[in-house]
Structure formats: C-alpha cells, structure tokens
Nanobody
Framework: QVQLVESGGGLVQPGGSLRLSCAAS????????MGWYRQAPGKQRELVAT???????NYADSVKGRFTISRDNANNLVYLQMNSLDPEDTAVYYC??????????????WGKGTLVTVSS
C-alpha cells in the first residue's frame, strides 16, 4: 500500500499564495502520474493539475497561469504552487498517484486532503 500525506493548506487572503506538498510512502515501485484534485463544498471533485513522471503537465483552465505543479521523483514528492488565489479556489485539495504493482496491476492512491480557504 502507498500512503499519501498532503500539507501546506490553510487560510490565505485573496491574491495570496500557498504551496501544497504531498509525500508518498510505503510500498513504492515506481510512481507514474501524480496530481492534485479539489472538492469545494457542495461540488464534485475536480481536476486541478497533473504531471507525468517525465514532467509533462496538464492544468484545469481555471488555474492555468496561476498554479504550477512539480514533482521530485527521487523523493516521491509532488507540489502545487498556487498564486493569485481567489475565493473560488477554496476547497479540500487531494493528492493522487498511481503505479503498476507486480502481480496486481495498476493501482491508484489518494491522500486524505488538505483544506485551502481563501478569504479576507
């Protein structure tokens, strides 16, 4: 099993910045894609950003130009730098990753989330 632990959430004023981190640990063979999703109150979970092992990134239109995803393959970490935050960015942010486990196939993992609140 792989455990994902997010950190870095909190309360920030509109226009401010936060950097989320996610650390993967446990039975890691080789993590493939890593990413961030978010779920606002009363809404469905939505994609924020993803990054392949090779560094190719993908962003939701709503965060392009404001958020940057990056990863550290050697240490099984993924980051989300969030700038120019807006109250619409308020949500619980979840980290996710996947890998192929020998004998079991593709496995997907999720963290428990970290709350980001953008408010004055």
């Amino acid at each position: 099993q792989v455990q994902l632990v997010e950190s870095g959430g909190g309360l920030v004023q509109p226009g401010g910045s936060l950097r989320l981190s996610c650390a993967a640990s446990g039975s890691i063979f080789m993590l493939n894609g890593m990413g961030w999703y978010r779920q606002a109150p009363g809404k469905q979970r939505e994609l924020v950003a993803t990054i392949t092992r090779g560094g190719r990134t993908n962003y939701a239109d709503s965060v392009k130009g404001r958020f940057t995803i990056s990863r550290d393959n050697a240490n099984n970490l993924v980051y989300l730098q969030m700038n120019s935050l807006d109250p619409e960015d308020t949500a619980v942010y979840y980290c996710t990753t996947n890998q192929v486990v020998p004998g079991r196939g593709a496995m997907e993992y999720w963290g428990k989330g970290t709350l980001v609140t953008v408010s004055s």
